[in-house]
């Protein structure tokens, strides 16, 4: 008969299942997991017999073979938590069967069990991250299955039991991977919190260095010197790469925060790390710490290159699989090699502005993602719900096997969507700002020379009769500057600008051309029309003679050289000319254009107050 207590007792085995066969026989002995023939042992059997391959040869029963439908049916029966985590476990580390653990999900999300779901998520997270290589359908799992998991409160039961704080670590070091490092402090501190409470023990040297590298990152120094100092005190008892990695640690919050004294004070504490016996008797480890200590003692003396020097060095040093060192070094290694850029980029003030826009933008990315994660973690009940409303629709036109619950997909399909959507609109906005700095004036916005070389060129390889190019130079605008102040004279050429877009057609363009001269390229014109043009643009523009950095009120012209561009051989002789003309029309008093075939000028309106 099936017994609910054996279950408790063969689950209790599962820690043990890696250890040496002589101490796991000798526990699952104190059971009757190698005796019972019942659906339950069968299937603990079979999970054991994947890490203890000898273990047929202790039960009663020689062939081990894989749990049957029957099985199932009787051990669900029992308990449907149980089940759903062994046979998960099966599925997951087993059969690494990925299409029937995401259907032994659906499963249980038609059966309703919160609890049993959680686990099931885990169990997949786990598969796609470490079978998968895929961190984003894990994070959709772990995040799935937050809100119902509970925290490790019987040790007995660990590892056949997922438990929070696995969750929550696993979320946190996925966001930092994703680069997410806001979430990940969040996820972390989460984590920490919880692991502190109950089982402080499983927080690793790794999970603390990289706490408290976002913290300071962050610029939560409180709270980065807080984990800092946990970290040296539990590195005593750890690993001399532990202290190590606590002490640079530390050393980054100080350089971080740079208040007075800190850099001596990180400085003095790497001169303390180093190892202060005789180099021919230095070991790997004794060779790490030097190297890593004198790289960040290079990095805050500014002498960036010495100090990548030495981090490649190191990560030589930690990739050389001869040398004990945990892959967590190459991780720890370039968070430092990060910290170390991150900190001389200071004395660079153009990378750091570049630097800040992209973070900026992908800090925008991030939040999106971040929204997208947070709705997430509360589906689960919504998946419950819409399955049950699925299942009475069913009922009434009995067609129970239709029901669908593609709604998983779905959420996973939209974050994936929304991670590419949300990345390839970062990429264009990039891109679109590239190209806007390449070829746009900061001041009015106006497209620059740049551009409108391209087009200029553009419009000289075509036949260009009937295409026109008019310079245009603001008058009197020094006196601007002069008796208003240079932000009076900005907003004249931002006005001036304006005008000169909204008075165009849309197959013309313009653009500053230089201090204060606009260029114009008016296509498929005659010269007198775009006269007109010119006329209606100065006009317009005597029309502003209010400002808002000053209460004067007065208003500018502009003179302006016109000419058709079949004249010339190339843009340089038509923009010479166009010069020339401008000059012209200074000369004869400002306030006009000036063409080749038209010398007749009217005065619209000279700088009136000035
Ligand atoms: N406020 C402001 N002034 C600028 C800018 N670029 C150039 N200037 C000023 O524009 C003025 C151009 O003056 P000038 O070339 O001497 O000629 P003007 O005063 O316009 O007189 P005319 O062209 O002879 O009518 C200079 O004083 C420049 O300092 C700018 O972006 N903002």
Known sequence: AEDESALYQYANLFKYRNDASTRFIEKTKQTDLLTANTAVARVFRFIYSHAQSDLA??????????????????FKELDELYYANAKALILGFIKRDLDKLI?????????????????????????????????????????????????????AVYGFFYDKELVLFHIYWILYDLGAYESSYQYGKAYFALSKETSPELISSADYFLMVMLASQLGLFEEAFAYSDEFLTKAEQGQPSDQLYAILAKVVVLARRNAP?????????????????QREDWNAIDEARALAVNAMEAG???????????????KLLANDPAEPFHSVDTKNLTELERFIAEYNLDSELAAITSLKLVQHEHGKLLNALNNRLDSLGREMQADIELVNVEKMKAQNITQRQAIETANLKTIILLLVITLV????????????RTHHLAYTDPLTSAPNRRFMFNLLAKAFAKPRTGNCIALIDIDHFKRVNDTYGHQTGDEVLVACSRVIRSRLRSTDQYCRYGGEEFLLLLKEISVPKAKDIMDDIRLSLSGINKWQSTSAN?????????????????????????????????????????????????????????
């Open 57 to 74: 040869e202790y039960s009663l029963f020689p062939h081990i073979s894989e749990p049957t439908d029957a099985d199932w049916n009787t």
């Open 103 to 155: 259907r032994l999900k659906k499963e249980m999300i038609v059966a309703g069990n919160k609890a049993a779901i959680a686990q099931v998520s885990s169990v997949l997270s786990i598969v796609y991250l470490d079978y998968e290589q895929d961190s984003l359908n894990a994070l959709a799992e772990l995040l799935y299955a937050l809100p119902e998991i509970q925290p490790n409160m019987n040790k």
């Open 261 to 277: 004294g800190d850099i001596e004070q990180a400085l003095k504490l790497l001169s303390l790390s180093k190892p202060d016996i």
């Open 300 to 314: 805050l003396q500014r002498n960036v290159s010495k100090a990548y020097q030495l981090i490649s060095d190191l």
């Open 421 to 432: 959507a949300t990345l390839a609109a970062w990429l264009f906005v990039q891109r679109r």
């Open 554 to 610: 007065f208003s500018v012209s502009f003179s302006c050289g016109l000419v058709e561009l079949s004249q010339y051989n190339d843009i340089d002789d038509a923009i010479a000319h166009c010069d020339k003309l401008l000059y012209t029309a200074k000369n004869k008093g400002r306030g006009r254009t000036i063409t080749t075939s038209l010398e007749n000028d009217i005065v619209v309106n000279p700088l009136q107050t000035v």
